[in-house]
């Protein structure tokens, strides 16, 4: 398989090709079908080629496709580069938004977002859009991630080792707000130490967190992340690449980039059944969309960042 397009989202020329095989037709055939030459549906099933909104209509009609999943893979080809952005203070650079869409559409179909320092979400992807769709409307002014992966009206309910992942979280915030000394983020430490889910680990120190500990999960390189969504048990790996300089070096004499601060966080998949589940061009969750709505007007994010 040649190397695939960078603009391409790397997911939908896999899931025609997919179909094709399903019903058992070469290339050839379903090429003088659709009415593309055989190079050009070749370089689609390969992900060179991005198919934009019409021609992936046309190769669904010529699969006989039913007129449902025409909708979800003309829905997907549609979605494949849509991004959500707040606002960020400062705004970023004209030149550097271009490569960090690329960066986020070139995820899909795997969730993944940019934030700032203090963990504000600064974009999203089609993906984690779904995934974070019922998070409640007060959570999202800012979009602090931390916040709405502990909250109970955010993320919450919905993973099945909360008790680990908010072990995990709320270690490297104290960690980072001690090695930083950002004010920012020991005022973030205490909205999440508020929250009813916290405050009642803090109290009973369940009997699961203390196995956490002793187990040495809490020191594990890959922490995985269960979240269960709609009858399915997502399982992600999350890993941070940060652009601009980490929190121990904040004080240092190297000079602040553009990307000072930015980072891309990624939810990789953990295993078979959710890299199958996220292909799906039929992905959706209840309510998927409904609390984001239009983008907060006035929202301040940081343009500086930790690292992880």
């Given at each position: 398989m040649g190397m695939r397009s960078f603009e391409?989202?790397?997911?939908?020329?896999?899931?025609?090709?997919?179909?094709?095989?399903?019903?058992?037709?070469?290339?050839?055939?379903?090429?003088?079908?659709?009415?593309?030459?055989?190079?050009?549906?070749?370089?689609?099933?390969?992900?060179?080629?991005?198919?934009?909104?019409?021609?992936?209509?046309?190769?669904?009609?010529?699969?006989?496709?039913?007129?449902?999943?025409?909708?979800?893979?003309?829905?997907?080809?549609?979605?494949?580069?849509?991004l959500r952005w707040y606002d960020s203070t400062p705004p970023l650079p004209d030149d550097i938004r271009p490569v960090l869409e690329k960066l986020l559409t070139g995820h899909e179909p795997y969730p993944a977002m940019v934030t700032?320092?203090?963990?504000?979400?600064?974009?999203?992807?089609?993906?984690?859009?779904?995934?974070?769709?019922?998070?409640?409307?007060?959570?999202?002014?800012?979009?602090?991630?931390?916040?709405?992966i502990l909250h109970p009206d955010g993320l919450a309910p919905h993973l099945t080792?909360?008790?680990?992942?908010?072990c995990h979280v709320i270690r490297m915030l104290r960690r980072w707000s001690a090695i930083s000394g950002d004010s920012r983020l020991r005022e973030l430490e205490a909205s999440i130490d508020g929250l009813p889910s916290v405050q009642d680990a803090e109290s009973t120190k369940s009997a699961e967190e203390a196995e956490f500990f002793e187990s040495g999960q809490a020191d594990r390189l890959l922490l995985p992340i269960e979240m269960h969504r709609d009858g399915h048990l997502l399982?992600?790996?999350?890993?941070?690449t940060s652009f601009g300089e980490r929190p121990g070096i904040l004080c240092s004499d190297l000079p602040s980039g553009p990307l000072s601060g930015i980072a891309l966080e990624s939810f990789l998949p953990a295993n078979t059944e959710t890299r199958v589940l996220l292909g799906?061009?039929?992905?959706?969750?209840?309510?998927?969309?409904?609390?984001?709505?239009?983008?907060?007007?006035?929202?301040?994010?940081?343009?500086?960042?930790?690292?992880s």
């Open positions: 391409n989202d790397g997911v939908l020329g896999l899931l025609l090709r997919d179909l094709r095989r399903q019903k058992s037709l070469s290339k050839q055939a379903l090429a003088e079908r659709a009415g593309f030459s055989l190079n050009q549906l070749s370089r689609i099933e390969t992900c060179e080629q991005k198919p934009d909104a019409e021609t992936v209509l046309r190769i669904a009609r010529a699969l006989g496709l039913p007129p449902s999943h025409r909708q979800q893979l003309v829905d997907r080809a549609t979605a494949a580069g849509r700032d320092s203090c963990w504000n979400i600064v974009a999203l992807n089609h993906t984690m859009e779904i995934l974070m769709g019922d998070v409640a409307a007060h959570l999202l002014a800012p979009a602090n991630f931390l916040r709405i080792n909360l008790a680990q992942v908010r399982t992600f790996f999350h890993i941070v799906s061009p039929d992905l959706a969750f209840p309510d998927a969309g409904s609390a984001f709505g239009p983008t907060p007007s006035g929202q301040q994010h940081d343009n500086e960042r930790k690292t």
